[in-house]
């Protein structure tokens, strides 16, 4: 149990364009989603947390017009990349958990490649 | 402001020696403390979580509150333990949401 899918797990694309990585949880209801964001080599940098039916919280320095986060239900977040530039290339990891202080169970991730 | 230390990002041990993988933390709570392990080409997973005190593949972490620790002990190493290592506090934020912190993470490898 408590799966965690991300799609897609691979994207590549044009700078200007925007890109929409969705997180759904498979079996069980996700109150809470965070986005991470990973680069080579380094930990994981959690970007925003967000509760379904809410606006999503973003850490420091993370542009939310630029990372737009959708939690519609408790089964699937949306992490838009908006306006995407070479420099968001990166991967993107998403994680959820079914309560407060609960584990977290991970996304495959999905591997950003902005040309 | 929570922080996760892990001072070593490269531990290695040989096969049958006894492994340390240290995490130091900072708030001023009662944080919960976890540890997440990743294998090579696979995603990241729970080992263990500080309130369950259960034993993981023979990993036990113990939380230390007066020396901010939770580090992660085996005795024997194998070499499938060789993987990718993070510690991770959660804690509650302000407005009330969890905020999960991941340290830097350690390298193990053990070598046969």
């Known amino acids: 149990g408590a799966v965690v899918s991300q799609h897609p797990s691979w994207v590549i694309c044009k700078s200007g364009t925007s890109v929409k990585i969705e997180c759904r949880s498979l079996d069980f209801q996700a109150t809470t989603m965070f986005w991470y964001r990973q680069f080579p080599k380094q930990s994981l940098m959690l970007m925003a947390t967000?509760?379904?039916?809410?606006?999503?919280?973003?850490e420091q320095g993370v542009e939310k017009d630029k990372f737009l986060i959708n939690h519609a239900s408790l089964t699937l977040s949306t992490l838009t990349v908006t306006s995407a530039h070479p420099e968001d290339s990166s991967f993107y990891i998403c994680s959820a958990t079914s309560g407060r202080g609960g584990t977290q169970y991970f996304g495959p991730g999905t591997r950003l490649l902005v040309l | 402001a929570q922080r996760v230390t892990q001072p070593e990002k490269l531990l290695s041990v040989f096969k049958g020696a006894p492994v340390e993988l240290k995490c130091n933390y900072s708030?001023?709570?009662?944080?919960?403390l976890f540890w997440y392990v990743q294998y090579s080409r696979q995603r990241l997973q729970l080992l263990l979580r500080?309130?369950s005190r259960e034993s993981i593949k023979g990993f036990t972490a113990d939380l230390n509150k007066g020396e901010t620790s939770f580090h992660l002990k085996k005795p024997f190493a194998q070499e499938e333990d060789s993987a990718m290592y993070y510690c991770a506090l959660s804690a509650g934020g302000s407005g009330g949401y969890q905020k999960v912190t991941f340290g830097i993470g350690t390298k193990l490898q053990v070598i046969p």
């Open positions: 967000s509760n379904e039916g809410s606006k999503a919280t973003y």
């Open positions: 708030y001023s709570g009662s944080p919960e």
């Open positions: 500080h309130i």
